[in-house]
């Protein structure tokens, strides 16, 4: 059997991580300035989103710009497509875990990780606990963390449809958690969906997404344990979920 992780896997794993962290400090510092200047650094108060001139069409692209960047660090990382999609998820999770760190470190904020945080503004304004994104976040980097370092298992990028569509029912559910207020006010206007301010986060909800989005983790984490157990000779694996070996290894 080939050997799990290479060290030229984890040279690239510990770029993508370094590439995110960086990418969070930007992000964190950027996100100090615009809170200073319409002195929301707590984005929990009255009139969240005040319109400020100018700032409406130069945050949104930022904000995809940002997606952009990240994305496209992992598609250069990646030899596959399957650990392109990991080292993608993972520049992502880690950037969104140490944005919060740097902020706390910059202004203090989050005091807690039950604060409430305007998550992202597309296509409706996100509201949502700051531990949602972050155990989400974790999920990802998990799940990119497998698909990216055992690139021999050979397993196309979409293995088995199933969990992927537990994972995109999960993706929409939790995409509505964080969306329910805005939605609910959407036909009141724009201007009353910028003044939204959630009082409940549905985490009976939220639970049951996020259990859904590791779908795919547990997945590959299942077929790697099969295989050391194939490999201890403990049992042999009646199905590895569409992933196989290399045969010459």
């Known amino acids: 059997m080939k050997p799990a992780i290479s060290k030229s896997d984890w040279h690239r794993w510990w770029l993508v991580v370094m590439f995110a962290i960086a990418m ?3 992000e964190s510092a950027v996100v100090f300035y615009l809170r200073s200047m319409i002195d929301r650094i707590e984005p ?17 692209p930022r904000e995809f710009a940002t997606l952009v960047m990240l994305f496209a660090v992992g598609l ?5 497509w399957r650990a392109r999609l990991g080292y993608a998820v993972i520049a992502f999770g880690v950037w969104d875990i140490f944005y919060y760190v740097f902020l706390k470190l910059i202004c203090g904020w989050p005091h807690s990780l ?8 597309l296509p ?10 972050v155990l989400i976040s974790t999920l990802m980097i998990l799940w990119g963390t497998l698909a990216s370092q055992f690139e021999w298992l050979h397993a196309p990028v979409l293995p088995n449809w199933r969990v992927w569509i537990l994972n995109f029912a999960g993706v929409m559910l939790a ?12 036909h009141l206007g724009l201007d009353k969906i910028r003044t939204v ?4 986060f549905d985490w009976q909800l939220f639970w049951i997404a996020l259990a859904l989005m590791a779908a795919p983790l547990m997945k590959i984490g299942w077929v790697l344990f099969g295989l050391e157990r194939e490999k201890t000779g403990i049992t042999e694996p009646s199905e590895n979920f569409g992933c196989t070996r290399n045969p010459k290894n």
Do not use: K
């Open 76 to 80: 250069l990382a990646g030899r596959t």
């Open 24 to 26: 969070a400090w930007v």
């Open 124 to 133: 409706l304004p996100w509201w949502g606990p700051v531990l949602a994104p």
């Open 197 to 200: 301010l959630p009082e409940r």
């Open 44 to 60: 929990y108060q009255f009139n969240p989103l005040p319109v400020i001139s100018g700032f409406a069409a130069v945050e949104l």
């Open 114 to 121: 039950l604060d409430w945080d305007v998550l992202f503004l």
């Open 175 to 186: 995409l509505h958690v964080f969306m329910a207020d805005t939605i609910a006010a959407a």
